[in-house]
T-cell receptor
Framework: NAGVTQTPKFRVLKTGQSMTLLCAQD?????MYWYRQDPGMGLRLIHY???????AKGEVPDGYNVSRLKKQNFLLGLESAAPSQTSVYFC??????????????FGPGTRLTVL | AQTVTQSQPEMSVQEAETVTLSCTYD???????LFWYKQPPSRQMILVIR??????QNATENRFSVNFQKAAKSFSLKISDSQLGDAAMYFC????????FGKGTRLHILP
């Protein structure tokens, strides 16, 4: 059971380049999330998904797109990277909320630097 | 919109002593969940403790306990018998459909 994995772990981009971050989970979780973590800002939600084929905006969605074509994968795309997108990106997943609480399981993070 | 506030950016505690980290939140919901996560230098997010809003009893996990005051919208974390391995960033988080995090408190343990 690998839990939540993220690819790649590190990446350096030039301004204007594009890239896709991949998140995969093997726990059959319905919910998946993308966060960014910046110094002094905690974790801020970028986009999330409540199930295969559905996505929704979080707190800071501008400049990012996501797709959830398969239940186990959640992709985060940067079409034209900007230095302001330099950050550590975390993916997380959780079971369907329903009537019970569910913790989020986090991936190890991806450190992205945009020059 | 829900908000989570951690008013202490940094705290220090002597090893073996007790420390309390503060967290307040704002919501109009009545049914929700609250969490404390720990992030050590490895960056891995680790769940420390969780609390259901409908439960009046405060959650406890070994040396970690919470003081949940629903009316005051307060959710503080108490760490007893602090250990060097407790040094980390601690994030308070509120959940209904998605989780909203506070900005974190960096905890230093003094030997």
């Amino acid at each position: 059971n690998a839990g939540v994995t993220q690819t790649p772990k590190f990446r350096v981009l030039k301004t204007g380049q594009s890239m896709t971050l991949l998140c995969a989970q093997d726990m059959n979780h319905e919910y998946m999330y993308w966060y960014r973590q910046d110094p002094g800002m905690g974790l801020r939600l970028i986009h999330y998904s409540v199930g295969e084929g559905t996505t929704a905006k979080g707190e800071v969605p501008d400049g990012y797109n996501v797709s959830r074509l398969k239940k186990q994968n959640f992709l985060l795309g940067l079409e034209s990277a900007a230095p302001s997108q330099t950050s550590v990106y975390f993916c997380a997943s959780s079971k369907y909320s329903g009537s019970s609480y569910n913790e989020q399981f986090f991936g190890p993070g991806t450190r992205l630097t945009v020059l | 919109a829900q908000t989570v506030t951690q008013s202490q950016p940094e705290m220090s505690v002597q090893e073996a002593e007790t420390v309390t980290l503060s967290c307040t939140y704002d919501t109009s919901e009545s049914d929700y969940y609250l969490f404390w996560y720990k992030q050590p230098p490895s960056r891995q997010m680790i769940l420390v403790i969780r609390q259901e809003a409908y439960k009046q009893q405060n959650a406890t996990e070994n040396r970690f306990s919470v003081n949940f005051q629903k009316a005051a919208k307060s959710f503080s974390l108490k760490i007893s018998d602090s250990q060097l391995g407790d040094a980390a960033m601690y994030f308070c988080a509120f959940r209904d459909d998605k989780i909203i995090f506070g900005k974190g408190t960096r905890l230093h343990i003094l030997p």
